[in-house]
Protein backbone atom coordinates (compact mmCIF):
# COMPACT_ATOMS: atom_id res chain seq x y z
CA UNK A 1 0.00 0.00 0.00
CA UNK A 2 1.27 3.50 -1.06
CA UNK A 3 1.52 5.63 1.77
CA UNK A 4 2.37 9.02 2.61
CA UNK A 5 2.57 10.70 6.30
CA UNK A 6 2.72 15.09 6.19
CA UNK A 7 3.64 16.35 9.31
CA UNK A 8 5.45 19.59 10.55
CA UNK A 9 2.42 22.30 10.50
CA UNK A 10 1.38 24.24 13.70
CA UNK A 11 0.67 27.67 14.23
CA UNK A 12 2.74 30.53 13.52
CA UNK A 13 2.36 34.54 13.16
CA UNK A 14 2.49 36.25 10.11
CA UNK A 15 6.12 37.05 8.76
CA UNK A 16 7.41 33.19 10.17
CA UNK A 17 8.40 30.15 9.29
CA UNK A 18 7.47 26.39 8.94
CA UNK A 19 9.00 23.20 7.43
CA UNK A 20 6.40 20.47 6.67
CA UNK A 21 7.69 16.82 5.61
CA UNK A 22 6.24 14.18 3.91
CA UNK A 23 7.73 10.71 4.86
CA UNK A 24 6.97 8.19 1.48
CA UNK A 25 7.36 4.65 1.15
CA UNK A 26 10.64 3.23 0.13
CA UNK A 27 8.91 1.62 -3.14
CA UNK A 28 7.49 5.29 -4.50
CA UNK A 29 9.82 8.14 -3.81
CA UNK A 30 13.01 6.82 -5.75
CA UNK A 31 11.26 7.37 -9.12
CA UNK A 32 8.41 9.35 -8.37
CA UNK A 33 7.30 13.11 -8.40
CA UNK A 34 5.41 14.61 -5.36
CA UNK A 35 3.15 17.59 -4.71
CA UNK A 36 2.34 19.89 -2.31
CA UNK A 37 -1.33 21.02 -1.90
CA UNK A 38 -3.74 22.75 0.25
CA UNK A 39 -7.13 23.32 1.15
CA UNK A 40 -8.51 25.62 3.39
CA UNK A 41 -11.94 25.44 4.69
CA UNK A 42 -14.72 26.11 2.23
CA UNK A 43 -12.30 26.33 -1.15
CA UNK A 44 -10.86 23.38 -3.81
CA UNK A 45 -8.01 22.08 -2.98
CA UNK A 46 -5.34 24.01 -4.32
CA UNK A 47 -1.32 23.54 -5.83
CA UNK A 48 1.20 24.71 -3.73
CA UNK A 49 4.42 23.65 -5.38
CA UNK A 50 6.00 20.00 -7.26
CA UNK A 51 9.25 18.31 -7.20
CA UNK A 52 10.40 15.79 -9.91
CA UNK A 53 11.98 12.42 -9.00
CA UNK A 54 15.18 13.16 -10.13
CA UNK A 55 15.21 16.42 -7.34
CA UNK A 56 16.21 18.71 -10.52
CA UNK A 57 13.11 20.48 -11.50
CA UNK A 58 10.68 22.14 -9.07
CA UNK A 59 7.40 24.09 -9.82
CA UNK A 60 5.73 26.26 -7.54
CA UNK A 61 2.05 28.41 -7.57
CA UNK A 62 2.66 32.16 -8.14
CA UNK A 63 0.96 32.57 -4.90
CA UNK A 64 4.27 30.65 -2.75
CA UNK A 65 6.77 31.50 -5.61
CA UNK A 66 10.09 33.04 -3.59
CA UNK A 67 8.73 32.20 -0.22
CA UNK A 68 8.28 28.38 -0.22
CA UNK A 69 10.75 25.95 -1.39
CA UNK A 70 10.44 22.39 -2.52
CA UNK A 71 13.40 19.98 -1.54
CA UNK A 72 13.30 16.35 -1.75
CA UNK A 73 16.00 13.56 0.45
CA UNK A 74 15.72 10.17 -1.61
CA UNK A 75 17.87 8.15 0.30
CA UNK A 76 15.42 9.26 3.55
CA UNK A 77 12.41 8.96 1.67
CA UNK A 78 11.71 12.37 2.98
CA UNK A 79 10.27 15.52 0.64
CA UNK A 80 10.27 18.91 2.38
CA UNK A 81 8.14 22.32 1.87
CA UNK A 82 10.12 24.91 3.23
CA UNK A 83 7.35 27.81 3.84
CA UNK A 84 8.88 31.36 4.64
CA UNK A 85 7.49 34.82 5.12
CA UNK A 86 3.95 33.29 5.64
CA UNK A 87 0.86 34.74 5.53
CA UNK A 88 -2.87 34.41 6.96
CA UNK A 89 -4.10 33.63 3.72
CA UNK A 90 -1.42 30.43 3.99
CA UNK A 91 -3.86 29.48 6.35
CA UNK A 92 -5.06 25.99 4.96
CA UNK A 93 -4.50 21.69 5.84
CA UNK A 94 -1.27 20.92 3.66
CA UNK A 95 -1.55 17.95 1.57
CA UNK A 96 1.72 15.64 -0.03
CA UNK A 97 0.74 13.73 -2.96
CA UNK A 98 2.42 11.28 -5.78
CA UNK A 99 1.86 8.83 -8.58
CA UNK A 100 1.56 11.39 -11.41
CA UNK A 101 2.65 14.90 -12.06
CA UNK A 102 0.83 18.47 -12.71
CA UNK A 103 -0.57 21.42 -11.07
CA UNK A 104 -4.05 19.11 -10.59
CA UNK A 105 -5.58 17.20 -7.92
CA UNK A 106 -6.79 14.92 -10.42
CA UNK A 107 -3.29 13.94 -11.80
CA UNK A 108 -2.18 12.45 -8.40
CA UNK A 109 -3.19 9.20 -7.27
CA UNK A 110 -1.72 9.14 -3.52
CA UNK A 111 -2.30 11.54 -0.79
CA UNK A 112 -1.01 11.45 2.78
CA UNK A 113 -3.90 12.31 5.51
CA UNK A 114 -2.68 16.22 5.94
CA UNK A 115 -1.38 18.70 8.26
CA UNK A 116 -2.94 21.48 9.62
CA UNK A 117 -1.04 25.02 9.33
CA UNK A 118 -2.51 28.02 10.86
CA UNK A 119 -1.45 32.13 10.64
CA UNK A 120 -2.31 33.97 12.70
CA UNK A 121 -1.36 37.06 15.37
Known amino acids: QVQLVESGGGSVQPGGSLTLSCKAG????????IGWFRQAPGKEREFVAA????????VYADSVKGRFTISRDNPKNMVYLQMNSLKSEDTAIYYC??????????????WGQGTQVTVSS
Open 51 to 58: IAWSGGAA
Open 26 to 33: EFILGSAA
Open 97 to 110: ATGGWGSLPRQYTY
